[in-house]
């Protein structure tokens, strides 16, 4: 049986994320349910989609991701059904896939408009009840993918900067920041050195200050030190070893990141 993940801004507290827990398992008692979180900033698409990126590909193929950052809900916006990576995933066309994207094309794209496979009343307010998990129920159980709706062509991509190579360099910026306060830049484990000599002479510039040389974990510098490092999704972050390197470098999403190569 499926497993279907579930995503939103709803909040840790909210009961939104169990409503649609329970039309899922009215639907499909079998469906294997996991959180991936429900405390999203508030209409942040970006980070939605940031958290979509950074997780998805640790779950099996043929996973359904249930994403629900929607502040277009009940508006003209549409419900997609994406086939990407051997996954499923069920947002809205608003740009939360944007982060995957960069990396990953859609083998197929879908429009979820049958509504046959819908709760029989949908609030304008609660797509994610009345739509996103009946649908992902009905996948979960054997549904297949064409009969959500008619394919589509295209999808909404949010502009998600990319870091690019210069004359000794990369030039980046941070695209997310965690509740430990570590900086997530767009430079990607690929852009950086091959030899871990080299990368123990890059030096990382941010917010008028220096970090000397890439690191494997925070445990790798002194107390209260920034430390750079290639994070679990595969992106060079800052951080402080037991503490917070926003606060230290006063630095969020948009700030510019310099990594110069050695000579």
């Not at 959500?148 to 690019?164: E, N, T, Y």
Request: overall charge negative.
């Amino acid at each position: 049986m499926a497993i279907i993940t579930l995503l939103s801004d709803f909040g840790q507290e909210s009961f939104y994320p169990a409503a649609m827990k329970g039309v899922i398992l009215a639907r499909c008692p079998a469906a294997r349910i996991v959180d991936i979180t429900h405390a999203v900033p508030e209409h942040d698409i970006a980070a939605g989609s940031y958290a979509l990126y950074a997780t998805y590909r640790a779950f099996p193929a043929g996973t359904i991701h249930v994403g629900v950052v929607d502040p277009g809900v009940g508006g003209e916006r549409i419900i997609l059904a994406v086939e990407l990576n051997r996954h499923i995933f069920l947002t809205p066309d608003n740009g939360l896939l944007s982060f995957i994207l960069k990396s990953s094309a859609p083998e197929r794209i879908f429009t979820v408009s049958n509504q046959a496979l819908w709760n029989r009343e949908v609030s304008p307010t609660f797509h994610g009840r009345d739509i996103f998990a009946p649908v992902a129920a009905h996948l979960a159980c054997g549904t297949p993918l064409e009969e959500v709706g008619p394919a589509q062509k295209s999808l909404v991509r949010l502009d998600i900067p990319s870091a690019h190579a210069t004359s000794g360099g990369i030039a980046a910026e941070i695209v997310s920041v965690d509740r430990f306060g570590n900086l997530v830049t767009n430079i990607t484990r690929d852009m950086l050195p091959a030899s871990a000599e080299a990368r123990s002479r890059l030096v990382i510039r941010v917010s008028g200050r220096e970090i000397q040389g890439l690191r494997q974990t925070y445990a790798d510098v002194h107390l209260g030190e920034l430390v750079a490092y290639v994070g679990s999704a595969g992106l060079l972050e800052i951080g402080r070893n037991r503490g917070s390197a926003r606060d230290i470098l006063g630095a969020g999403i948009g700030h510019a990141v310099h990594l110069v190569f050695p000579e």
